[in-house]
């Protein structure tokens, strides 16, 4: 690719972006504690065997004196499940699919009565040039859960991709020529 061309690539536009990174990042904030029946519906949901999570007899005879929330809820108690602070900034003409998270969990247990709150941070970003479309952005977004208490019961770093539309579909129509290539020469590609 001559340098002509390649100065005609599409770039991403991160105007709206650098000005954010390390910033908090605003967000709603459930307004009423977990209940039983919130953790009752979030096991039924994840499917979750241990009856400690569902079992209100069985858990009283355990350390913990009653129904404890898998670690997995305080993703059903976080508005925007805490993928939120990944994905900051207007890139115009881009698409975003989740990156996945990472999670780190403490001594503070989900019972019926806590509520979480969400302290969230843009942490960084980097532009990686990818096969599948051109420059593609990979954000980091932090998420503290605190309960009433003010005690934490989870981090997660959450990891967005974002890319532009078009580099996608440009590179997608020459993987698309080069399949057709190799099937009509006779080799697999």
């Avoid at 990156?99 to 980097?126: M, N, T, V």
Wanted: positive net charge; contains cysteine; charged residues 25%.
């Amino acid at each position: 690719m001559s340098e002509r061309s390649a100065s005609r690539e599409p770039q991403l536009d991160l105007s709206d972006v650098d000005h954010r990174v390390g910033k908090p990042v605003g967000g709603g904030q459930l307004r009423e504690p977990c209940n039983v029946t919130d953790i009752r519906r979030w096991v039924m949901a994840m499917d979750y065997p241990n009856p400690i999570h569902w079992d209100e007899e069985f858990a009283c005879n355990t350390r913990f004196g009653g129904l404890v929330a898998p670690q997995s809820m305080c993703v059903s108690l976080d508005y925007g499940h805490g993928a939120q602070p990944a994905c900051v900034g207007y890139i115009p003409g881009s698409h975003l699919i989740f990156g996945g998270e990472e999670w780190w969990f403490y001594a503070s247990h989900i019972k019926p009565g806590d509520q979480l709150f969400q302290e969230r941070r843009f942490h960084d970003y980097k532009v990686v040039e990818t096969k599948f479309a051109g420059p593609t952005m990979f954000s980091r977004g932090d998420t503290i859960h605190t309960n009433q208490h003010g005690m934490v019961v989870a981090k997660e770093r959450a990891t967005a991709i974002r890319y532009l539309a078009i580099s996608w579909r440009r590179s997608a129509a020459g993987r698309s020529r080069s399949s057709s290539r190799s099937r009509s020469n006779g080799t697999t590609g």
